[in-house]
């Protein structure tokens, strides 16, 4: 796709074949990150339009892919960010694709872990699921939300020790 | 805790996350998508209001925005005269302005997400929309001094952080992943009234480290990320007219990540990170090992990370350092406190616990942990209280006190844990609190939002009713 994408890049057909290429995986990470499939698909939409008005400015081919990520997570943190009450209210009610789909097949960690990820604030969780989801390195993850390596490095431990946190706290409880 | 328990923890991490992501674009997306491809919006030529789209070979452009207030009405900066002859000719060529009347001031600068205490009075805030807004009345009212042209220009540059060195000269820098234009500084000598914007033709820098230790003398350190690392570090002795050419931090570190950097002035600087501490006495283009004098081990052990350099003058400055755990979990703290610019460290003071720090001068340390305030004037006489206000189960901040009563604390990542987590952290599974900037008066005993509150998700602390100004 990639070296597709180099001969394309600020033509119509480049920002098909991008988006084509692209779609699944942007959809995967909005509806993680907003943990809601009606609105994951309403975000990647409006990315896609955002991303449409300024494709002309993208001269290389190799930095789409991030480029396009970086848009679909602008737009979900704007929409986290939105929501704010989002936190509050996800604790007391967990999101429904996040929590409830599998809860009685898993185990009580796994749970602990969709409850824990569900509320944690919204530059922890992109840097989690950037990570955990597409298997990104720190400075792929950098290039992605626009911080610096030594940030993501810094939101990433600090996410991990809020998920660990609820990890072992459940399996203290299953122990017992 | 053992490596299968860590390992586990890792596997189940990602499983749940995968699990969750498991589902591809549903048909209905593919049609909405697939109908918006078919409609091709009209690029917009190039307006040449404030943006540099014309370069000849070998020309760099200025772009200078002039952004007026009701009043008082101000152009942009004439471009400082270069003085460093090994500084080479990026931004030494064609200015253009552009002008655009903002609203006058607002009563409140919206969710704020991350912020600049400058004095008692004058502060510089990034809201949750990505504008600039100063108050220089303590907060109560507010300016937009966001670049117009700034915005005009690209719809992806995202203004995350802002440095400013006073209430009138600041500076941030945006970079636009794909873009062949490189990063772009901008600098304010009039609190935002005026900005020039520079670009620096083909410096990729996904991160970028952009600091000032005079109106003149500067540095900027980036890396482009991605697989093929390479940090470089840049310094200015002409606001950022022209930089020096760029050095190789790892050739010069032996570190490929860029790491934290401060300066001291031009010539001594520090650079810090997990189990790193190096200081520099030439401008960054070598850098040694800092010598660190004993420390209180009985209180604290683990592997060090040294935090942000708090700078006081130009031979002192204070480094926080954490004591980890093989969890990564903050076990104590140390102070440690140069005299001579970076090379050599002093202990001041260690404990057991973990506090977020500000240091106002030599004398004035305040600390807060997830319940007490404490200050010092000697390092070693302390006086405490609670405080009300901040989130419940503080476990990340970020201080600025100007002096001190008055103070900022940028907060992220708490998490309410009423009957303790019994893991020595302090920490549990819970609610987190929207990341959120926090003002005192009073020395840090009471706090209150700067900017909107809403109490729907303020997790634990009381919204103040009006709101505060």
Redesign the interface.
């Known amino acids: 796709m990639t070296s597709e994408l180099r001969g394309q890049v600020g033509s119509?057909e480049g920002?098909?074949a991008l988006?084509h290429a692209r779609?699944?995986s942007?959809?995967?990470?909005a509806?993680?990150l907003l943990?809601d499939?009606a609105e994951a698909?309403d975000a990647?939409?409006d990315a896609?339009?955002?991303a449409?008005?300024?494709w002309?400015?993208?001269?290389?081919g190799r930095?789409?892919p991030?480029?396009l990520d970086?848009?679909v997570v602008?737009e979900c943190r704007?929409r986290l960010?939105r929501r704010?009450?989002?936190?509050?209210?996800m604790?007391a009610q967990p999101p429904n694709?996040?929590t409830t789909?599998?809860v009685d097949a898993a185990?009580a960690?796994?749970a602990?872990?969709?409850?824990?990820?569900a509320?944690?604030?919204?530059?922890?969780r992109v840097v989690?699921?950037l990570r955990?989801?597409l298997d990104l390195t720190?400075?792929?993850i950098?290039?992605?939300t626009?911080?610096?390596?030594?940030t993501v490095k810094s939101r990433l431990?600090?996410?991990?020790?809020?998920?660990?946190?609820?990890?072992?706290?459940?399996e203290?409880q299953a122990d017992r | 805790m053992t490596m299968s328990g860590d390992d586990r923890f890792e596997r189940e991490m990602r499983s749940v996350i995968r699990e969750a992501g498991s589902s591809g674009a549903s048909p209905e997306l593919r049609e909405r998508v697939a109908a918006t491809l078919t409609v091709r919006p009209v690029q917009p030529a190039p307006s040449g209001v404030g943006w540099p789209l014309v370069a000849a070979a070998g020309v760099a452009i200025v772009l200078a925005a002039v952004v007026l207030r009701p009043q008082p009405i101000s152009t942009a900066l004439p471009p400082a005269a270069s003085t460093a002859s090994d500084q080479v000719g990026v931004g030494s060529a064609v200015a253009a302005t552009a002008a655009t009347e903002i609203p006058g001031p607002m009563q409140h600068p919206g969710e704020v997400q991350t912020g600049q205490l400058l004095t008692a009075t004058d502060g510089v805030v990034i809201n949750t929309a990505g504008s600039i807004l100063t108050t220089h009345d303590g907060g109560a009212t507010w300016f937009d001094v966001t670049p117009s042209a700034h915005y005009g220009a690209s719809t992806e540059h995202d203004v995350e952080r802002v440095f400013f060195l006073d209430p009138q000269h600041g500076w941030f820098a945006t970079y636009d992943v794909g873009s062949p234009d490189g990063l772009m500084i901008w600098r304010t000598y009039d609190g935002g009234t005026g900005w020039t914007g520079q670009p620096m033709p083909g410096l990729r820098a996904v991160n970028w480290q952009l600091g000032f230790v005079t109106p003149t003398v500067g540095w900027l350190a980036t890396d482009p990320g991605g697989e093929s690392p390479k940090p470089e570090l840049r310094m200015t002795t002409n606001s950022g007219d022209t930089w020096t050419d760029p050095i190789d931090l790892i050739a010069a570190t032996g570190r490929s990540t860029l790491e934290q950097i401060a300066f001291l002035d031009g010539q001594h600087g520090v650079m810090t990170g997990d189990n790193l501490l190096l200081f520099t006495s030439d401008a960054g283009r070598t850098w040694s090992p800092a010598y660190v004098g004993a420390t209180d081990y009985n209180v604290v052990e683990g592997t060090p990370r040294y935090g942000a350099v708090h700078v006081i003058s130009a031979q002192k400055a204070f480094v926080v350092v954490d004591w980890l755990d093989p969890q990564g979990r903050t076990r104590g703290q140390t102070i440690l406190e140069t005299f001579d610019g970076g090379g050599v460290w002093a202990s001041r003071y260690s404990d057991a616990r973990h506090r977020f720090w500000d240091f106002i001068d030599e004398s004035h340390w305040v600390a807060v942990d997830d319940e007490w305030v404490a200050s010092t004037t000697d390092g070693a006489s302390w006086g405490a209280s609670t405080w009300t206000g901040l989130p419940a189960g503080l476990s990340s901040a970020v201080l600025q006190f100007a002096d001190p009563m008055h103070g900022w604390a940028e907060v992220a990542g708490g998490t309410a844990c009423p009957g303790g987590s019994g893991d020595g952290t302090g920490l549990c599974a819970g609610a987190a609190v929207v990341p959120m900037l926090f003002k005192t008066i009073d020395g840090g005993s009471t706090w209150s939002p700067v900017g909107d509150c809403d109490p729907a998700s303020s997790n634990g602390f009381a919204c103040p009713s009006p709101m505060p100004s």
């Open positions: 119509a920002f098909d988006v779609l699944d942007c959809y995967r990470l509806a993680v943990g499939r698909e990647v939409h896609i339009l955002r449409q008005r300024s002309i400015s993208v001269r290389d930095a789409a991030a480029w970086r848009i602008n704007d960010r704010r009450v989002g936190r509050a209210a604790a694709d996040l789909r599998s185990s960690e796994r602990a872990l969709r409850d824990a990820l509320v944690l604030s919204v530059d922890h989690v699921v955990y989801l720190v400075d792929e950098a290039a992605r626009g911080t610096p390596a030594g431990h600090h996410a991990r020790r809020e998920l660990r946190a609820a990890y072992d706290a459940a203290r």
